[in-house]
């Protein structure tokens, strides 16, 4: 769905699509936590993950992964409809490890980045980036 | 041998007592009609470096009343701490007599007698005093201003924030940062921000296109003062394109960032900074999180939540200071940095009572100048209050019930929502009404009272959204702003539930019924984020209102049921 709540602040338009509940992460990521896996254990450490805590905008976050010695990061939108965003691949000859993109996001939810180490072992780490119609500060 | 943690330590307690006993002496000599000048100001210098904080002045130039909240909730490992505890509670955490002028400037109780007891408070020619008096005693002080100054007046609007320009301008700060002036549109902000006679900081101001640093504002600068390197970093405040209308100023980009703070924390140290200082527009909740994370800063100078403590809070080896709002309060603080460390601080929150503080001429001279081609509009009295007018608190204030009462039947709707900003002067019962102080608390660049349907479903959307901006457990997913002032509809809200479960029981107060989340409501507001926004502008709204009442009475509102407090 389009994420339209911020711009119906107001007007109200397209109010009945609206949810308030954080998007769920949903089972087509675990499927795809488990394929790049093999099922493998993730240890926690190893990888970078930055990440606005409150999106400025919702259809365009930027993030951005790093995870020294890692042959593979992958990047899911746990809560979008379709939550595979990227998997960069690092060749042998690769300066760095790390990679930066912009992502949409349908709704408040989990990033999730996991890396596959060159010894084959997996790290991974999450950041919740909310997504919120916005209000006043002080 | 003392080590630095045991200095710290005892420096801290040596100026909570000057705090204490300055505090206490205030009391009793007020109670002598004795308060002077000279007492407000009175400070045995330390160290060799002074810091002058002044923050949130929202476009303030003259004195104003200003009454702190009564209700400001704390969640999660913040709750029941500094600064989310009011009236008696704070009198008695900090030493503050009943009815003493701290307990006039820093609590809510009794607001209308003690502020008749001791008058207004601010005014930019007494601040000038107050900043002349510090440099007078040490005259390489840093003066830095934590923003959300080019914003909140008539003559602010008017003069697109060149008034208060002009005015800090002549006060000479050295440092700033920022938050509403990026209302003022980008372009606007960027003319000012170039011919700016000082420092622009935030590091977390960036280039929305390009997510690099944005080259017009710097992430710090360094001063040498008192034979030490001092590095100050910017810190702007980080929601502005979520809180106000991101299509403003497009082309920044903003958040916490506190991994590039950490790095700049890091750069500075490596060029030698001997003491680092953040002038910070985190709100102070976020700041108490980020100084927990980020290691290396010595001072936090923090704004935005619009807090007044009397005393820094300690974080790890960080001090965190508050300095209020409206040009109520001038926080001096005092460093002592030797051999690459600071070794000790000294800090005074002077509470600018400005009957006692006698202002600078040439800043008076300055401020009437700005104000003069307006003085008739701002002079106009539209009306009287028989209430105490105020803003802040986390559910409601007079001002907000007034604003949406007057949304509600300027604009035939039958819910109002007024934003939660913490900004607005207050006006005790027995005061005129004058177009100047209902635009004290509505001025803005996106004022327009909009008029449309919204489901009750959605309206509890709205409600859930903004109840998590302020009540998320975690410091950094909240803005720094209060709970949606709605006028016409009653709710219940339990603050420690997730988003989602804390509202209820929402009832349309003219008819009792309960709110039917299929039905469609119409509901007046304003301060939208929206572009395109169409209505009159608030203060027409208001003064309207004001106008057909004549005195305007505001009942008490009950209509918030407040759980888990």
Request: with cysteine; hydrophobic share 40%.
């Amino acid at each position: 769905m389009d994420f339209t709540r911020r711009e119906t602040f107001g007007l109200a338009l397209g109010a009945a699509a609206l949810t308030v509940l954080p998007f769920r992460a949903n089972a087509a990521a675990e499927d795809r936590i488990a394929e790049f896996t093999g099922g493998a254990d993730m240890a926690e450490g190893g990888v970078t993950l930055t990440a606005p805590e409150i999106a400025e905008n919702g259809n365009t976050v930027p993030i951005e992964v790093s995870a020294p010695g890692a042959s593979a990061i992958m990047v899911l939108a746990m809560g979008n409809p379709e939550p595979g965003v990227a998997t960069f691949n690092f060749g042998p000859l690769a300066a760095s490890q790390a990679a930066s993109t912009r992502i949409r996001l349908a709704g408040t939810q989990d990033v999730v980045a996991i890396a596959k180490m060159a010894d084959g072992s997996f790290a991974k780490a999450t950041a919740t980036v909310k997504v919120t119609i916005g209000g006043c500060g002080g | 041998m003392i080590s630095r943690r045991d200095f710290l330590q005892v420096s801290m307690a040596a100026s909570a007592l000057v705090g204490a006993s300055g505090f206490g002496n205030w009391a009793r000599l007020a109670a002598q009609q004795a308060l002077t000048q000279d007492q407000l100001l009175e400070f045995e210098t330390f160290g060799n470096i002074s810091l002058i904080h002044v923050t949130d002045i929202h476009g303030q130039l003259k004195p104003i009343y200003f009454r702190e909240p009564e209700i400001n909730l704390g969640v999660g490992d913040n709750r029941g701490k500094v600064p989310h505890i009011t009236g008696a509670d704070f009198r008695k955490a900090y030493g503050i007599a009943d009815g003493s002028p701290s307990a006039y400037a820093l609590t809510y109780d009794d607001f209308s007698s003690l502020a008749r007891t001791y008058g207004r408070v601010g005014g930019m020619d007494r601040v000038a005093t107050v900043v002349n008096a510090i440099r007078a005693d040490r005259p390489d002080a840093l003066l830095l201003d934590g923003g959300d100054t080019w914003h909140g007046s008539y003559t602010c609007y008017h003069t697109a924030g060149q008034d208060m320009v002009n005015v800090m301008n002549a006060l000479k700060p050295d440092a700033m940062t920022f938050h509403w002036e990026f209302t003022l549109g980008s372009d606007r902000v960027n003319e000012i921000v170039e011919g700016l006679p000082f420092a622009a900081l935030g590091q977390n101001i960036f280039d929305a296109e390009w997510d690099e640093p944005a080259e017009l504002f710097k992430p710090y600068k360094f001063f040498d003062r008192g034979g030490a390197k001092i590095a100050v970093i910017g810190q702007a405040f980080p929601y502005m394109p979520i809180a106000n209308p991101r299509w403003m100023f497009p082309e920044y980009s903003f958040g916490i960032r506190d991994e590039n703070m950490q790095a700049m924390v890091d750069e500075v140290r490596a060029q030698g900074a001997d003491v680092v200082v953040v002038l910070s527009h985190n709100g102070f909740d976020v700041d108490k999180k980020m100084a927990g994370k980020v290691q290396g800063i010595d001072v936090i100078l923090s704004g935005h939540t619009h807090d007044a403590l009397p005393e820094p809070v300690l974080v790890g080896k960080t001090h965190i200071i508050a300095s209020g709002s409206n040009g109520k309060f001038v926080s001096r603080v005092d460093l002592d940095v030797r051999d690459g460390q600071m070794m000790g601080l000294r800090h005074k929150l002077i509470p600018i009572f400005s009957d006692l503080i006698a202002p600078d001429p040439a800043m008076t001279a300055l401020i009437e100048e700005q104000r003069a081609p307006y003085a008739a509009d701002l002079a106009e009295v539209i009306g009287q209050t028989d209430s105490l007018l105020y803003r802040r608190g986390n559910f409601n204030g007079t001002w907000d019930d007034l604003i949406c009462d007057a949304l509600i039947s300027e604009r035939e709707a039958d819910i109002a929502m007024s934003p939660g900003v913490r900004w607005g002067p207050s006006l005790i019962p027995g005061d005129d009404i004058t177009r100047e102080d209902i635009w004290n608390v509505t001025s803005m660049s996106y004022g327009q009272a909009y008029r449309t349907e919204m489901t009750g479903e959605f309206i509890k959307v709205i409600l859930e959204d903004v109840a998590d901006n302020i009540f998320n457990p975690d410091p950094y997913y909240q803005q720094g702003g209060d709970m949606v002032r709605i006028g016409g509809m009653g709710y219940r809200i339990d603050i420690n539930k997730p988003q989602g479960e804390r509202i209820s029981e929402m009832t349309l107060l003219k008819t009792g019924e309960a709110i039917d989340p299929a039905k469609t409501y119409v509901v007046a507001g304003w301060a939208s984020v929206n572009e395109g926004t169409e209505g009159p502008m608030i203060w027409d709204v208001v003064e309207s209102h004001i106008r057909k009442q004549g005195t305007v009475t505001v009942n008490p509102n009950n209509s918030v049921k407040v759980v888990g407090a």
